[in-house]
């Protein structure tokens, strides 16, 4: 067995081999599925080079794994999957914030935490921030609104350490391991030596390197590196970024940070058509905005209902655009002075309301609110068993509205309805949101024809990049030679072929044989029951669950609810009983319902209440009698409650304070139902020393004292109407 | 250590507050521990009992109510579903208050803030963010402490009402990343509001979390 061998190598408790870990990480937010043979859940670079070295010796697949919130299938594997997101977690601002060093599994918007007291944040900013780890932000070569294509990974990074498939680990902040580059990974030098010469020599590919650049791309590897960097091994710490955890295990980075500017003045620019909006844009960018996001009619209408939304959203002309603008600057003097300066721009366009921009923050977040509100609109409404699909294209900024509209036929044509289409337009780069079944061939067969009109058109009328933010994935490896050209192509295969002449480090990303990757393990989403369906495990609840360290989280959860169902449509009900046997104590009895999962989730789920609902219908009769007349005699339950109480208390004086605890802590062990007596537990309060309370204090208010049980008696009664519900399970 | 109950006593006493207690309130509860079981029957009984207390205790709802455990007032405030229509039209005159909105609203304005603290931590609750609170809970740390800090990674503590008890390795998990940040600097007072939360944290942190309303009453003059 796998799971056997890997014990040699790394401690049990942190090799995931169980059904239920194999399902729980299958999913990751894009719309491609695969189970993994098993979840490894390596700490540190020794681990890795035996991972490494594990996955050559028995040829196992590997792939690495932030916080899964990618798109485009790079983060889901059939071979062994080494999630990165319990650990790997120091962040550490240096230089008085002037860089940041991090771990990979550290979460995007924790290091702006940690960097915030400078003044200073790090150039990625995906929506996604909240959720995603730097070891996803690095391999995406992620970017947001305002990042561009001059603040990512790429242009940001300062120093990288990070593990070759063949073992060896190089820090570029140390001058000696240029040399022990070049002699311990020689292939690998003289390689790269002979694929820069290539690069340089061939002009018309550096033209086009640096033509795809100029707008956002992340399809393929960043090539551009061997034009802007001169050492081997700079040149690879730079492809490794954007490389999608298919060249490298990336151990730790060092960013330059950019200025946190704390001047905003933001409005909306409404145009009559998406032409005209979008022919706005190379205006616009004279102006320095920070942020230029483009809204087609459809996007608009599908937040129109949300709160604080301004009610002629609905009566705007069918074919009406908006471009979301904000500028930025580091003193508010400097901020006037640049809208100032935008006002003539503005007044030369065809606007068809008068702008309104304002520094007011809460007004800010509102139209922030509708801006990111719009994918999570159009997922939470989709029909049931679709996935939401969000498209992410790049276009030349000058041909961006004719863009819009040519996308807009396509929807039509392949009878899309609700597609939505909004981006940053000041990079060109559009997303687009449509809800698509992935259940039957019919289904795949209308997606495939979909696709190839899309790609056909970014492609070949465009010149475009079929993925700016999302990176290649799945959904594209099979497109990055129509999209790069040959020359590129042999460029990208031959780098991945030096650093991983296996082909074990995820593979059939980026580069691959197989022309139709993006059809292939497609997520197939059954219908299952309301929370689960509503669900696009994009992960964003994960963070925030006390679980997440523990046993399960909100998403996988979810995501094991899917896999059953599945498995019950397959007729494959043995592996289902084990799921559900698993997911008794990972999926019911370790959530803490708590609901803060609710409060990330884009699409409103709230997972405890979900885990609730099957709680209740676990119960028998008998259970739900019993807890019945529990309640019915709570003043009954309360006395006995305090007694045991302070039988504890007796106990505790008589042999220390910490003897209770001790003692229960053992008995839990053993019976599994007494609770944990705390040394932290007050001595129970009777009603009449509450009552006596009550004051004749004549006022100015007057309150009710409504003390929670909890704060009554807490533990005893706990303990006993818990004792009395497990018993009566058996 | 002085229980919650007798600070409560205190901020009244020092904030010239009127406070009833009624025997009948004091044994009620509100349900959270049989309904985050799944025990809807349990649960909907206990509801539909507390408030019938309250309304009648309240005076038809004419004097304000306060929890001083903020999960337990969320639970409350979210009860109307699971009560009859006669619960339901009295809950609706109800006013029930969080110990947060009452120390923040009602008692800090008739307080003197004689000996603020000089660096407090708290730990928001689940609830806090659910009742949309925090502003009011940094209003507060405001008016008692010099400095009062909320960590980066203050999360759910996992004790989810009394699930902790049985499953420790949830909580510890779960208080980890907070608890080391809160370790990572002294500080005069460690508070919270809901009994079972702040005993997770003080089992992770190794210092007493103590209901807001200790602090508040520490720190102001009689
Ligand atoms: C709602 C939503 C909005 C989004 N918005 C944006 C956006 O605005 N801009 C954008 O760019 N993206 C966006 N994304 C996509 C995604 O969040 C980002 O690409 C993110 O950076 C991925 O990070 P992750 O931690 O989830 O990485 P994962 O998905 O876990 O991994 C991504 C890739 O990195 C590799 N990897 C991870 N860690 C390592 C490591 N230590 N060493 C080597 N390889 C590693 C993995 O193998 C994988 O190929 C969005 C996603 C969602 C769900």
New binding site residues.
Partial sequence: MLADELEKILPTERIKARLIDRYAYAS??SHFYLIPKLVVQPINIDEVQRLFQFSHQREEKL?????????SG??VTDGILAD?SNYWRHVTPEQSGKTVRVQ?GVIGAHVNQALKKYGRKMGPD???INA??M???L??N???MCCGVVNNSYHTLKHLTFVLPNGQVYNTEKAEDYLRFESESNDIFEGFIKLNNAVRANEELTLRIRKKYLQKNTVGYCINSFLDFEHPLDILAHVIIGG??TL???AEAVLNTIPDLPYKMTGMLYFESPETACNAIADLKTTGAEALEFMDRASLRSVEDMPGVPSFFKTLPVQASAILCEFQESTETALIEKYQNALPVFDKLPLIREPDFSQDSEKQALLWKIRKGM?PSVAGMRAKGTSALLEDFTFPVERLGDAVVDIQKLFEKHNYKNGIIFGHAKDGNLHFAVSQSFLTQADIDHYEKFNDDLFELVIDKYDGSLKG???TGRAVSAFVEKEWGPDAYQIMKRLKALIDPKNLL?PG?VITEDKLTHIHHLKMMPIVEEEVDRCIE?GFCETHCPSRDFTMTPRRRIAVRRAMKRLEMTGDTATRDTLIKEYQYDGMETCAVDGMCATSC?VDINTGELIKRLRRENHSNLQNRIALFLAKNFPLVERTAKISLKMGFFSNRLFGKNFMHGVTWGLRKISGTIPRWSKHLDKPVSARQLASLSNGNEGSAKVLYFSACINRMLGGYLCIIWQYLQKSKN | MEDTYVSFGNICKKAKIELVVTNGISTSCCGQIFSSKGFADAHHYTVNQTIEKLFRDSNNGSIPIVLDVTSCTQTLLNCRPYLSETNQQHFDQLKILDIIDFVADMAIPRLTISQPKDKVVFHPVCSVHKLGTMGKLKSIGFACAKQADIPVFAGCCGMAGDRGFYYPGLTEAATKRESNEVNQQPYSGYYSTSKTCEIAMSEASGHDYQSILKLVDEVSAD
Avoid at chain 1, 63 to 71: D, H, I, L, N, P
């Fill in positions: 990751d937010a792939t690495f794994r932030a916080a899964g919130t990618s798109f790079q983060g990165l990979p995906p929506a996604s995603c780890m070891g996803g932000i391999s995406n992620s970017s947001g999608e955890g490298a295990f990336i994918y933010e999302h990176s995820n990303i994009c884009p």
